[in-house]
């Protein structure tokens, strides 16, 4: 019997919360099709039994030292184009992901119709060209046809459906035909693969969309199992009532619901955390409500007013505008061009930047809670990203958990594992499981850490020594195979 991998002298940490044990793992196609415990001489596969002593094997990988976990859940992330752009994805590679969720913060690339100009923060996914995919079927077989080294799945994003169907008019709410006409694309999108919806509430884009807007679409998602996901109303002066305001939506349209990024920004909002994981923990006892953050105390966005006043100190990291801007503080910047920083931001749109606004104690709080899952936010099209784009994961495994000690390593590769998998509908993902698929990372716990900053932010973590998804090795000692073994990963119900 033929096995295409063997992984040898390893300790596993399955990505259920579980202690780690040692075994090695027999991969083959792009299945885990058994864990082999120290002493055992025999293995079923296949329904058929076998001595050891019979299987040979393709590849035989040694990880004496090293964890085998679950390749790693982005589930925040703005790769809706990068995928194609950049098949390697070297920059979730390199840190252990395997699989991404796109189509976060209202903004997917699919589904869209439209062809004028389009409100912040669209033009975070790329310029014009990009948008491309009328319906989820054509965004689906694009990826099908050239795959990347990575899994995707993808949410619809509300400003989509907001900006097509309204026609660009998305300064009020919509009309009761226009919700219609939303939910129908909803719909569709759904049928064809989406795993949910998404808000971006903050954004121009969705920002007067009331409410009952909101509820009217998510109700849609039942059905089908979806997913209500939300960059919140309002991270700031209004945490608390934004946080109300989803867990109203979650429950009156009876969905599965995540608050993306959960945060606490701007410094006069520092310490909300307490009452905000307060009412999440509450609501949790009578409906399903998660969260997900970054280990960051920056955030990054496009370069817009009510972001910069209420931030410590602000990047500023492009503008389709001046091409050749250099990464600088804004209020350099504005010397620079011999204006205020509000004439600025007019001058650079659209625009992209970093915003220093969060507390460390806050980003404590939120990443030890109960399940918050890891999400990167990362935006990979801005030429000088945050951070978070290459470092998160290995930051999480070295500075929160190895380092600080917030959480033991089998509770942080849960968090970006088994619990995301499960949050999400990935089926047989996230967890070291027989007849589970070989998405997985082999790396060193006693090094991983991210080495991504604010001045160097496209670099490489450390620690991550091999990555497989779906059977395939694809990112081998620090660099990418450009193997392109990803898939599209449809919605569906969680067994
Ligand atoms: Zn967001």
Known sequence: MKIDYLIKNGTIIDGSGDNRYEADILISDDQIVSILS???KTVKINDENYNLNDLSFNNIIDATSFIIAPGFIDVHTHDDQNIFIDRSMSCKISQGVTTCIAGNCGISLAPFDYSGDVPAPIPLLGDKDAYRFSSVSSYKNAFNNSPSSINIS???GHSMLRVQVMNGEINRGATKDEIIKMQNILENSLIEGSIGLSTGLAYPAANNAPTEEIIELAKVLKKYNGIFTTHMRNEGDNLVESVNETIKIGKLADVRTVISHHKCAGRSNWGKSKETLKLIKEA?????????????????TMLLKHFVDRADKVLVTWSDKVEDLKVNDINTIAKEFNCTTDDLVDKLYP?????FQMDDEDLNRIISFDGTMIGSDGLPGDKHPHPRLWGTFPRVLGKYSREMKLFSLEEAIYKMTFKSAKTFGLEKRGLIKKGYFADLVIFDPNIVIDKATYEKPLTPALG???VINNGQIVWQSMKSLEIYSGKFLEGKSFN
């Open 38 to 40: 120290k002493d055992q």
């Open 154 to 156: 993808l949410l619809t």
């Open 284 to 300: 949790k006892k009578e409906q399903n409500l998660d969260l997900d953050c970054y280990p960051y105390t920056a955030s990054s």
């Open 351 to 355: 625009a992209g930047a970093i915003y």
């Open 464 to 466: 991550i020594d091999t």
